[in-house]
């Protein structure tokens, strides 16, 4: 996990966007750090975080920016997207309002966001099968539908949360080379 002193090819910014409290900053913690906190508000304040990888024998920085509690609807700035060539569009299984915004967050993306910017719809707290409200099979036709990729995943349990940014940066990484 470590970034230090690392040759780095290439550096990716990746944004994370959907409704507040659908374990974005979780999803993040579990990615850079490898750490998870059922008190979400462990990481407020924090604009971004890195971690270096290796793909295709090339050093590439993901640099993942998080929204830190600006997610109502349009308080997202356009700083945030300018610059990003992955997004991470995150709602949580349990919670079908947090689904149901998604049209709404891509929407967003698509209209600050470079047009080439490689997408995927995450459905989180995958390990809450019991109150999942959001079925699997409505999110895959969704995301086939709107070309983006798609896993469920959960920061709590590390399901998928690496495959996830893999898809995303790898998909990126083949764009660009
Ligand atoms: P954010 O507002 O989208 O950044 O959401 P947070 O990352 O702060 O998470 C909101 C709440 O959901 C916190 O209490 C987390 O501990 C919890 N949470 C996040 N990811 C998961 C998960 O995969 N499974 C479960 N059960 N809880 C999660
Ligand atoms: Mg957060």
Redesign the pocket.
Known sequence: YGDANQKVDYVFKVV?I????????????RFARNE????????IGVEFQTRTLVIQHKSVKAQIW??A?Q?RYRAVTSAYYRGAVGAML?Y?ITRRQSFDHIPRWLEELRSHADKNIVIILIG?????EDARAVPTEDAKEFAEKEGLFFLE?????STNVETSFMTVLTEIFNIVN
């Open positions: 994370l959907g409704d507040s409290a659908v374990g974005k900053s979780q999803i993040l913690a998870f906190s059922l008190d979400s508000k462990a990481t998080d929204t509690g997610e995150v949580d989180n707290k995958s390990d809450l995943t959960s920061a709590l349990e």
